[in-house]
């Protein structure tokens, strides 16, 4: 097992903690306050070539692989979780259309948009205010009619929606047969497209968050990514890929509460000593860089398993809830470490607080990726032989 990272992955790690040491950390606090879309930061990491980075290289991509895209996501997320937020939501847009769409659908729909002077951006449009955690709830409709599909409904929570000029939008093409009547379509920004309510949040104020209106919007058959009724597939196999994305910025949030906070423990005397130097303190920093390293390396490894195609639901869920579990965990501590100063908001840890919240929310809730990751573990159960056998309930093999 080797843990080092080739050359090409250490120069984007480096290139990317570099790049956020100057451009996010300082800005983040002072940018926050505007609560809108960090744009000029946004476009500083596009021209420092951070953003896009899955995207085959046949269709004007730089066809790096997932695990390189955690680097920057844990690097960015280091510095701002808001920020790492918009400059990577591309990701889980797009990665739909990689997964279905052919070369040619990528080449004429997303190519234009990654190889301009100015960054664009894509929308991931599942979520509708009735259906979130159940995901085969949507109610957004397309029907056929003749060369075209016209879509209706209204999406919510999309990130960079009012940014946006593709939406990646998972409609009904046949509602009776619930999730095997979903199917995914790219949808180019136009007329009928609206952007709706901008949603009001806790944290993360660095990221827009919008509903996107769909009105009787037209777009051709090749807007079709994959086949009718495999939009719920693809949404699925999506999030197994997109997950360990959103691991890597909450370990990224997880790292920087302990840094923060071991700063402080240094510097910080009471009672005559560093407040490190009382177990109480040093205990608790112990755990919390125990959680970055575990969170750090399930979130490699799902991300490792992604890009071979190998089964990776249950280890994009573990890398998912454990790390932004750590990021809300350490966040927490780090605030009770600094006392006061951890309250305040001219200080650093607070605000890893309120972002990090979102991390065990958005992308699958912290609970649906435990019923994901306890579900394939009763399933892997139906063969498992412990050597140990004993009847339980008169049956020594379980059943699933
Ligand atoms: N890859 C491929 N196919 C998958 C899959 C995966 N990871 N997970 C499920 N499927 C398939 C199943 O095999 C099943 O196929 P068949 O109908 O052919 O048998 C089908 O999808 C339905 O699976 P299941 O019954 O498990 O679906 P549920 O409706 O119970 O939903 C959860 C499962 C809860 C896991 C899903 O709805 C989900 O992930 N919800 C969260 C959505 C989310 O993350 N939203 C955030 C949006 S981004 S901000």
């Not at 080797?2 to 950390?25: C, G, N, P, V, W």
């Not at 070539?49 to 790096?64: F, Q, S, T, V, Y």
């Not at 350490?330 to 001219?346: K, P, R, W």
Request: charged share 25%.
């Amino acid at each position: 097992m080797d843990f080092s990272l080739t050359k090409e992955e250490q120069e984007l790690y480096e290139k990317a903690k570099t790049f956020t040491k100057e451009h996010i950390t300082p800005k983040a606090h002072e940018l926050e306050k505007k609560d809108e879309f960090p744009a000029d930061v946004v476009q500083k990491a596009y021209e420092a070539g951070l953003m896009n980075l899955h995207i085959p290289k046949e269709a004007g991509g730089p066809g790096m692989s997932l695990l390189a895209e955690t680097f920057v996501s844990e690097a960015t997320g280091y510095g701002c979780a808001g920020i790492a937020t918009s400059i990577m939501c591309n990701n889980l847009a797009f990665a739909p259309l990689v997964i279905g769409a052919t070369i040619d659908q990528l080449k004429k729909y997303v190519q234009p948009l990654i190889t301009e002077k100015e960054p664009k951006f894509g929308g991931f449009c599942l979520t509708e205010r009735k259906a979130g955690s159940d995901a085969a709830g949507v109610a957004t409709r397309a029907e056929r009619d003749g060369d075209e599909y016209i879509i209706n409904g209204t999406k919510c929570f999309i990130t960079n929606g009012p940014q946006s000029s593709l939406f990646t939008v998972f409609a009904s093409t046949q509602p009776e047969l619930k999730h095997k009547g979903l199917s995914v379509f790219m949808v180019p920004k136009q007329k009928g497209v609206k952007i709706g309510h901008i949603e009001n949040k806790m944290g993360q104020l660095n990221s827009v968050q919008s509903e996107v209106i769909f009105e009787d919007v037209r777009v051709p058959q090749d807007c079709l990514v994959g086949k009718e009724g495999e939009g719920f597939k693809i949404a699925m196999m999506t999030l197994d890929k997109t997950r360990a994305g959103i691991a890597a910025i909450a370990t990224g949030v997880a790292q920087r509460a302990l840094d923060e906070a071991a700063r402080f423990a240094n510097i910080r005397h009471q009672f005559g000593k560093p407040i490190g130097r009382f177990q109480g303190i040093s205990f608790k920093l112990a755990d919390m860089g125990a959680r970055v390293a575990a969170a750090r390396l399930l979130t490699r490894y799902a991300a490792w398993l992604a890009d071979r195609d190998l089964p990776v639901s249950k280890d994009s869920s573990y890398a998912k809830f454990f790390a932004s579990d750590a990021a809300m965990e350490n966040a927490t501590d780090a605030v009770q470490i600094m006392g006061g100063y951890g309250y305040l908001s001219e200080y650093p840890v607070e605000k890893l607080m309120r972002d990090a919240k979102l991390l065990q929310i958005y992308e699958g809730t912290n609970e649906v990726q435990r019923l994901v990751a306890g579900g394939a573990i009763l399933k892997d159960s139906i063969n498992l032989d412990t050597g140990f056998h004993v009847e339980y309930d008169g049956k020594d093999a379980p059943t699933f």
